[in-house]
């Protein structure tokens, strides 16, 4: 089946560790995202991708790394500089140009102790 | 730079009651527009969006919306809720510009509904 995959599911780290998240899709898509989700604030776009070896910092970039050296994976790695790690994470990917849905994997939950 | 203003954290409503779930938006160039659903513990899942076209826009389970160019709005309605509709609703605007596919959400609107 066609789809974005998230690992892992659950994660606890200790405070001042990095810590990357995964993310894989067989969809074919070209635009792949970050987002992170905090109750009451909704999803905040930390990177996207259009295409390989290239992305783009988003709203809230700073602490995040990612790469994209295939077009199908796009992991977000968590660095010791990000203040509050502990959210929930969620993978998206589009295929094509504007106006197409964007699809999402079923999240990561981070936790930071 | 575009965004998106759900004004309304969270929505109770009776069962078989009418509701509406307000979004406006702000962009410097066209914009696509869509409405998401998350259950808890998921990711999110597409009710609707607007491309062109017809202003009114028809979704799953019963839910629509009306594009307002002039108030800059895309509010979603729902004549009869169910209480499996009880989940938090994200709106959402997309564009396209200096060869990137930017999506933007809103803070989410909590739906409860009430038996």
């Known amino acids: 089946d066609g789809g974005i995959t998230q690992s892992p599911k659950y994660l606890f780290r200790k405070e001042g560790q990095n810590v990357t998240l995964s993310c894989e899709q067989n969809?074919?898509?070209?635009?792949m995202y970050w987002y992170r989700q905090d109750p009451g604030q909704g999803l905040r776009l930390i990177y996207y991708s259009q295409i390989v070896n290239d992305f783009q910092k988003g709203d809230i970039a700073e602490g995040y790394s990612v790469s994209r050296e295939k077009k199908e994976s796009f992991p977000l790695t968590v660095t010791s500089a990000q203040k509050n790690p502990t959210a929930f994470y969620l993978c998206?990917?589009?295929?094509?140009?504007?106006?197409?849905?964007?699809?999402f994997g079923e999240g990561s939950w981070l936790t930071v102790v | 730079a575009q965004s998106v203003t759900q004004l309304d954290s969270q929505v109770p409503v009776f069962e078989e009651a009418p509701v509406e779930l307000r979004c406006n938006y702000s962009s410097s160039v066209s914009v696509y527009l869509f409405w998401y659903v998350q259950y808890p513990n998921q990711g999110l899942q597409l009710l609707l969006k607007?491309?062109?076209?017809?202003?009114l826009v028809k979704g799953i389970n019963g839910f629509e919306a009306e594009f307002n160019k002039s108030q800059t709005s895309f509010h979603l309605r729902k004549p009869s809720v169910h209480i499996s509709d009880t989940a938090e609703y994200f709106c959402?605007?997309?564009?396209?510009?200096?060869?990137?596919?930017?999506?933007?959400f809103g803070t989410g609107t909590k739906l409860q509904v009430i038996p």
């Open positions: 969809l074919n898509h070209d635009a």
């Open positions: 998206a990917s589009i295929y094509g140009t504007a106006g197409n849905t964007i699809y």
């Open positions: 607007y491309l062109s076209g017809s202003t």
């Open positions: 959402a605007v997309s564009d396209f510009s200096g060869g990137y596919q930017k999506v933007t």
